[in-house]
């Protein structure tokens, strides 16, 4: 896509009082950049017969039937919000993707992320999954580069299909790269999408899925206006087309007819990173959207304070909960290690000692007692 001239904010500040602003502008880390250098913070592929002009047409019919597609229709609450369920804040940190067309890789790891915790009902569980390993790695080997971006379905079949390793094992830094700083353990300390499926156009599955597992990875169209919003639910009202995004949804709002997303700008933009979207708006629920139904992990658990065990008359079936886990089925291959690993985790959990636990898709094959 062309780059176009910068947006006048005096403009956009002039068309949201004329609009009874509906959202608010604000000076953010991205207003402070060049036009090009805000297009490099997008990254997902302009829709192939895509014909810019026409993009806005059936805006609001398009609005009107998201807001039909009501949440309580496929019995999900009229409302949700990942920070905010029963009190409990399920979403991690919001990061940047700085000078890179890498959303599609955050996006997915964020969704990723949620879903695990959200599922196992761990707010405080320690995921922190690699962007660069989604991108650089898996992106790189389908020809994805900084300059082309991404699709999610694409990142979602890698991540199922091979895997996401931690932060720690291949931290990000924007730019197009090799595998070479890739830690070779990463097979043993990775993330997996367990199944997914592609929800375009179907608000209602959308709101089910997100209220069900936690988050959904969606794209849509970025206008030049979008780049200085600071609150509110954001409409497209001034500026030309800048490209195409992807944001994790981590809520939505029937009342209000929004969505709530996380964005890959750092928390220097939008409301502390995050922003609301009105329903309909800018190809939301149609540009790609895709909901992961559940994340195995392969990994070691350190400090894990074992509140339960529990077991009965069968064999193979014997249960530990950690406090920063959940439960846990242990899986030693014999009788007679599952017998051994329990005698070491009730001994732990009675002096309150954390133990290391190594997880490979919910059992624990190995543990680390001292």
Not at 64 to 69: C, D, Q, Y
Not at 87 to 95: A, E, H, M, N, Q
Not at 266 to 294: D, L, M, P, S
Request: with cysteine; net charge negative.
């Amino acid at each position: 896509m062309p780059v176009n001239e910068s947006l006048d904010l005096n403009q956009v500040r002039a068309v949201l009082d004329q609009s009874g602003e509906p959202w608010r502008i604000s000076y953010t880390s991205m207003t402070a950049l060049t036009e090009a250098e805000r297009v490099r913070r997008l990254g997902v592929p302009p829709t192939p017969g895509l014909d810019v002009d026409r993009l806005e047409e059936a805006k609001d019919e398009r609005a009107a039937m998201v807001r039909s597609a009501v949440a309580e229709s496929v019995g999900a609450p009229v409302a949700f919000d990942l920070r905010n369920v029963n009190g409990v804040d399920f979403t991690t940190p919001v990061k940047d993707q700085l000078s890179c067309g890498s959303c599609v890789s955050f996006a997915t790891v964020a969704a990723m992320e949620h879903v695990r915790r959200f599922t196992t009902g761990t707010s405080g569980l320690a995921i922190d999954l690699s962007e660069a390993h989604l991108f650089y790695t898996h992106g790189r080997n389908a020809g994805a580069t900084c300059s082309s971006g991404w699709w999610p379905d694409q990142a979602c079949n890698a991540s199922r299909d091979i895997g996401v390793t931690f932060e720690d094992y291949f931290p990000y830094t924007p730019g197009d790269q090799d595998s070479s700083r890739l830690n070779s353990d990463w097979p043993n300390r990775l993330a997996k999408i367990t199944a997914w499926k592609l929800l375009n156009n179907n608000a209602a599955e959308m709101k089910r899925y997100i209220s069900t597992y936690g988050s959904i990875g969606a794209c849509f169209d970025v206008y030049q206006d979008f780049f200085s919003y600071g609150g509110g639910i954001y409409r497209h009202l001034t500026g030309a087309y800048a490209g195409g995004h992807c944001v994790c949804l981590v809520g939505y709002d029937d009342a209000q007819g929004c969505w709530i997303a996380k964005n890959s700008w750092g928390n220097g933009w939008g409301a502390g990173g995050f922003f609301r979207i009105a329903y309909g708006e800018c190809r939301i629920e149609g540009y790609q959207t895709v909901g992961i139904e559940g994340v195995n992990v392969r990994a070691w658990l350190p400090d894990q304070l074992i509140l339960g065990l529990w077991s009965n008359e069968y064999d193979a079936n014997a249960w530990a909960y950690g406090a920063g886990r959940g439960w846990l089925r242990l899986d030693g291959n014999t009788a007679v290690t599952d017998e051994a690993m329990l005698l070491e985790l009730s001994a732990s959990k009675a002096v309150r000692q954390p133990v290391g636990l190594f997880e490979d898709a919910g059992a624990i094959q190995q543990i680390y007692a001292w």
